[in-house]
């Protein structure tokens, strides 16, 4: 990893403090870059319109016992990686080639999303219970690199 992944990375973590997820653990930040500049930002939160369970008080995914890792359906969050793709779908930036750097690895559903996206690249810090978006990446031939600090 060299330097200019520490700054993205570190703008990945900072966007991830915006998130509107009731459970701490669970703020992703992520960032997608081109060329040494940032493209879009995303962060997981409820869509637009749609009350975030930070602001019910209270999380679904908890109170209904759901396991991390599954049933990703049964959320009101968009997650951080789809909601970049997603802003750079909005103001027309395309991210065929880029870079997403991620707080967390993407679960199965953003991995697809990143593969038909054209991210050529995914850096994330912190794994998460999902070996088969791994196996999609290795075969898609996305290069996917664990952040690790100098």
């Given at each position: ?27 992703v930040g992520a960032i997608i870059v081109k060329n ?25 995914r908890k109170e209904q016992g759901i396991e991390s ?8 969050a968009v997650h951080a990686e789809q909601n970049a ?66």
């Amino acid at each position: 990893m060299d330097k200019w992944d520490k700054r993205f990375m570190d703008m990945a973590v900072q966007i991830g403090t915006w998130s509107s997820c009731f459970q701490a653990n669970r703020h992703v930040g992520a960032i997608i870059v081109k060329n040494k500049r940032v493209i879009a930002t995303g962060y997981n939160g409820a869509p637009q319109g749609i009350k975030s369970c930070a602001d019910k008080g209270v999380c679904m995914r908890k109170e209904q016992g759901i396991e991390s890792g599954t049933r990703h359906e049964l959320c009101y969050a968009v997650h951080a990686e789809q909601n970049a793709i997603i802003q750079a779908a909005r103001v027309g930036c395309s991210v065929e080639g880029c870079t997403l750097y991620c707080t967390h690895q993407p679960c199965v559903i953003c991995a697809k999303i990143i593969i038909n996206s054209g991210i050529s690249r995914v850096v994330y810090k912190e794994g998460y219970p999902d070996e088969f978006s791994m196996r999609l990446f290795e075969e898609a031939g996305v290069r996917i690199e664990k952040y690790e600090e100098n």
